[in-house]
């Protein structure tokens, strides 16, 4: 197995179109050491589905960031209620997080909140008339998640505007300064709402999930990490999935029209659209604690190692035709969220927005179009997600 000289994943060509990247990558062999950076280091990068699930399942492939970085000199200044949450964590310590985060979004709590997603994306369409035009990432895509979310971390809604530009500087790949910077101003915001709310009880909704904190036995530092990530996690890949789906039924206007003549079709078209394009293109850091093989590569102890789901839902080994969105598909077996003990919580509600996104778009607006050339579309530069900074329609 030969590294590319250069890291892939660092190409201009990747953020606008990653699969030929993948597919050239995974053909040559489905685990491969690529370089990092500039500074000589290397990852090693899973493009193959069936060693992605593999990998996913590994406990030897830890989460734990700040073990991995202890011993090595770093400039990064995250905070520590982002760099230390549960996506960065292993048992047990992941385990009481998640123990209370997963109840939150289990399908009763999501259905109870249904009427109430309605709501926002009524709210945030009553102003759009066919044939005007509307950017779906700014008016739809990024306020939906963002509005729940808040709601259900008892934000106010003078603040949740500013939450939202810190979360999208947090993926900035182009300038880790920012990161840094978006990271403490989410870090010092939420901070001070759990400290005011523990000073001051009552039956809010950040006050239930700080009954549920205590009782799951995490402290207030845990608290204000958990938050953050629900904050983060919860807005911007479920952002990303709505921008993505609607673009790609947009290139496929036989499946548009499909979903318009049929809304009730958009519950089961979800998991190929996951597939077909997914919000996680990486997922987040694991390193090996030891040394190990995956599809047949060893991997020596010590080493950074991405997961690329974005690569494995487009594996043909799996999916035939992969590059082709077919509705009709059994895409349930999709990686997007994620697979194991650290598969996405908050699944069920990404669902619900998406599905209720969709439902109001392809009923209400069944004329819709890009409103500007495909080619001229840009998209955000880092290699985690994959989302539009834009997606301008003409309803």
């Known amino acids: 197995m030969t590294a590319p000289r250069q890291d892939p994943l660092r190409d201009p060509r990747f953020f606008t179109d990653p699969y030929p990247t993948y597919d050239r990558l995974r053909e040559g062999c489905p685990v491969r050491r690529i370089p990092t950076g500039s500074g000589g280091?290397?990852?090693?990068?899973?493009?193959?589905?069936?060693?992605?699930?593999?990998a996913f399942t590994d406990p030897r492939l830890s989460k734990d960031t700040a073990r991995f970085f202890a011993d090595r000199p770093s400039n990064r200044d995250l905070h520590p209620a982002i760099s230390r949450n549960m996506l960065a964590s292993d048992p047990p310590g992941h385990t009481r997080h998640r123990r209370v985060a997963t109840p939150l979004f289990r399908p009763g709590r999501?259905?109870?909140?249904?009427?109430?997603?309605?709501?926002?994306?009524?709210d945030l369409v009553a102003g759009w008339r066919p044939g005007a035009e509307v950017d779906l990432v700014a008016d739809l895509a990024v306020p939906l998640p963002v509005t729940v979310v808040c709601e259900l971390l008892g934000v106010p809604e003078a603040d949740r505007d500013?939450?939202?530009?810190?979360?999208?500087?947090?993926?900035?790949?182009t300038d880790t300064d920012?990161?840094?910077a978006a990271s403490h101003r989410i870090g010092d915001y939420l901070t001070a709402l759990v400290d005011a709310a523990l000073a001051n009880p009552g039956d809010g909704p950040l006050h239930s999930l700080l009954r549920d904190c205590d009782a799951g036995g995490l402290d207030r530092d845990e608290s204000v990490s958990l938050a953050a990530l629900l904050l983060v996690a919860g807005h911007e890949?479920?952002?990303?999935?709505?921008?993505?789906?609607?673009?790609?039924?947009?290139?496929?206007?036989e499946a548009f029209d499909r979903l318009?003549?049929?809304p009730d079709l958009i519950p089961g078209a979800l998991d190929e659209l996951l597939r077909f394009d997914s919000p996680v293109s990486v997922a987040t850091f694991r390193h090996s604690t030891e040394d190990l093989r995956v599809g047949g590569v060893d991997i020596p102890a010590g080493f950074p190692v991405l997961i690329a789901?974005?690569?494995?839902?487009?594996?043909p080994a799996v999916f035939p035709d992969p590059h082709r969105l077919d509705l009709d598909r059994d895409a349930g077996g999709h990686l997007s969220f994620g697979h194991g003990i650290h598969r996405c919580p908050g699944a069920p509600l990404a669902r619900a927005e998406a599905e209720?996104?969709?439902?109001?778009?392809?009923?209400?607006?069944?004329?819709?179009?890009?409103?500007?050339?495909e080619e001229s579309l840009t998209w955000r530069r880092t290699r985690l997600t994959r989302g539009l900074t834009a997606l301008p329609l003409t309803l």
């Open 260 to 262: 318009r003549r049929d």
């Open 178 to 180: 920012r990161v840094d």
């Open 162 to 173: 500013a939450l939202a530009g810190w979360s999208h500087d947090l993926f900035d790949a």
């Open 309 to 315: 789901p974005g690569a494995a839902n487009r594996d």
């Open 356 to 373: 209720i996104a969709l439902r109001s778009l392809v009923t209400r607006f069944p004329d819709t179009r890009l409103a500007v050339p």
């Open 41 to 54: 280091h290397h990852a090693y990068l899973i493009t193959g589905h069936g060693e992605a699930r593999e």
């Open 110 to 122: 999501v259905r109870e909140l249904r009427p109430y997603i309605t709501r926002v994306v009524d």
């Open 237 to 253: 890949t479920t952002s990303h999935f709505i921008g993505n789906a609607v673009l790609a039924l947009l290139r496929h206007p």
